[in-house]
């Protein structure tokens, strides 16, 4: 559309690049220290990394399923 | 002499002091109002160097009410509310009407003078003060909307009070005391027990009585939303934490807490509404803390209660900003504000990350603590449940608020930064929330038990770093694939639903029929009457009790006056 739009979608592709780069040494340091945890689960390797993410999709999955039951039209309570 | 005045404010009980000044706030002209506002505010402060003990007693009508209380576990509260307070009048430095500012010094007062409270009694009045001064904050939005938000707030809040003060004469028949201290379930006051546990519960948001707080929050103004975010669940917390400390049914209530409002969070448009789900959330991790009950669990809740106030407000206040500054807070309108507000966006992210527990943030130093002693436990399913919940936090917390209102598409609003003082206060909180991140030494100082807590050691930074980093990559997977779901202008029913919806369709018949037995049944009575007066009337036909009014009131008075001659006939 604008240049802004482009701005916008610049400063999105940056966000992914830096997250990426993150993520990918959050891994690499996994087998450098000893990462240990407070329940004997959290020391399977990168539990953490893919409980977060398996957590995220279900939480954003049920939430699309809860709209189909709970959600109302915006002007629901002001009959 | 000065010594004397010293003596006498700093016996009084916090708090009291900024309820007192509030009464002239409204004739006090618009700047040198915020400077007498934040000077109650340090002198209520300067009585809590008063240290731990009892300072105040009142005996009244034979009951000895503990008005000033401090210990190890007033402290750290009473510190941040007084903190909280003063970040309000700053944030709200603009507004020149005086009735919100009214309300929300005497709001704050109340709170914190309840922190204090040593009896049931004197906590039950501070308490009830709460509801009747915050309810003006929502009110001051002027809307239908709001006044009818604020009505259900008051009527839930006065029934927390009603509740705790049952209570409290339940347990004072049985044991004779009123005394605020740590209760258990199962004793001959079992009744009154549970009355204070479920009083406690509705300010501190539990599962199903938690529907005013999503209700009453977003409709108060900029300004209201944020005074409201930090004190009454917060003083609920603190009188968990004082009362039912390792009560283990509170680790299932907060652990619930902790994981329900996220779904909520997910799929609500009002981005102050996603904030007070969220808070909803975060009560949860304080809940389960208490419910575990060990010194570190303790100081977790505490911490916790500390840092979420600053970052709390933080996130309220740039929500706020944007509020005044375009009109709407609804997600499905925003978008794209990094532009024209940059300083409240840094802010917005600072709050964002805080808590979300990205480590350097406050949020991290204080939530670590509950999470420790939640592994001590060996409550594994617990555990998992409050790690999930962080996760939850970092997606309508950490990313939904300030991607919907700062990023997500161009903005559509002509706008600027927020006004100065809403600035100033954002600075101050985000610096905080920092500062705390980095040093949680002071943090840890205050907390009501000695603290040997090393929160950044390598292995604890990169587990919670991988949880939120590939939870965010989640997200932006879902977002580049356009499986996140849009916003969408709506409601999301919650558990207010049952006395908005449910009740009234349920309750209108009842009352119906209820009204039709009543006026057959006056009816009834009316017909007796008429009855009765004809047959007065026909007895009575002479001209001085004739069937006029004045006759009627002669007959009444006679049969007193002969009722009475009976009455002196016994006595005498």
Known sequence: MTSSHSALQRLGSRFTLVLVIVAVSLVILEFV???????????????????????FLFIVQVGKWLRLLIMRREDYYDE | MSESISFAISSWPPGLVMILAAFAVPWIPHIVRQA???????????????????????????????????????????????????????????????????????YAGAAIAALHAGDLVTLFIWW?????????????SGTERSRRAAMRYLLVQVLSGVLLLAGAAVIAGHTGSLAFERMTFGGPDNLGVWLVFIAFGIKAAFPFLNGWLQDAYPEATATGTVALSAFTTKLAIYALARGFAGTEMLIWIGAAMTALPVFFAVIENDLRRVLAFSLNNQLGFMVVAVGIGTELAL???VAHAFVHILYKALLFM??????????????????????????TMVCCIIGAMSISAFPLFSGFVAKSLT?????????????????????????????????????????????????????????IAALLCVAI????????????????????????????????????????????????????????????????????????????????????????????????WAIADKIMHAPITGPTVPGRAVTIQAALLALLLVIGYFLA
């Open chain 1, 33 to 55: 220290i000893h990462r240990h945890g407070e329940i004997a689960a959290e020391d399977f390797p990168i539990f953490p990394a893919i409980y977060g993410f398996l957590a």
């Open chain 2, 36 to 106: 007498w506002m934040l000077g109650a505010i340090a002198l209520s402060a300067w009585g809590l160097t008063n240290g731990a003990g009892i300072h105040a007693v009142w005996q009244v009508l034979g009951l000895e009410l503990v008005l000033y209380r401090a210990d190890n576990l007033t402290f750290p509260f009473a510190l941040i509310f007084h903190i909280a307070a003063a970040l309000n009048v700053i944030y709200s430095w603009h507004d020149r009407k005086w009735s919100e500012h009214t309300a929300s010094l005497s």
């Open chain 2, 128 to 140: 009830e003060m709460t509801a009747v001064t915050s309810v003006f904050l929502i009110l001051a």
């Open chain 2, 299 to 301: 100081n977790g809740a």
């Open chain 2, 318 to 343: 740039s929500m706020g900003a944007v509020l005044h500054q375009v009109g709407t807070i609804k997600a499905s309108e925003l978008g794209g504000l990094y532009r024209q507000m940059p300083f």
């Open chain 2, 371 to 427: 999470m420790s002693a939640l592994g001590d436990t060996g409550l594994v399913w617990v555990y998992l449940v409050l790690l999930f919940a962080s996760a939850g936090v970092l997606e309508h917390s950490g990313i939904k608020i300030p991607y919907f209102a700062f990023f997500a598409h161009e903005s559509k609003f002509e706008t600027g930064e927020a006004p100065i003082g809403m600035r100033v206060a954002m600075g």
């Open chain 2, 437 to 532: 991140g980095v040093f949680p030494g002071p943090l840890y100082s205050i907390l009501p038990y000695a603290v040997d807590y090393h929160p950044y050691d390598a292995s604890h930074v990169v587990g919670q770093l991988q949880l939120l980093i590939f939870a965010m990559l989640a997200f932006v997977f879902l977002v580049r694939m356009k499986w996140y779901p849009p916003e969408i202008p709506s409601v999301v029913l919650n558990s207010d639903w049952f006395y908005r919806r449910l009740a009234p369709a349920l309750g209108r018949p009842l009352l119906g029929f209820v009204m039709m037995v009543w006026t057959r049944f006056i009816r009834v009575i009316v017909w007796y009457r008429d009855q009765f």
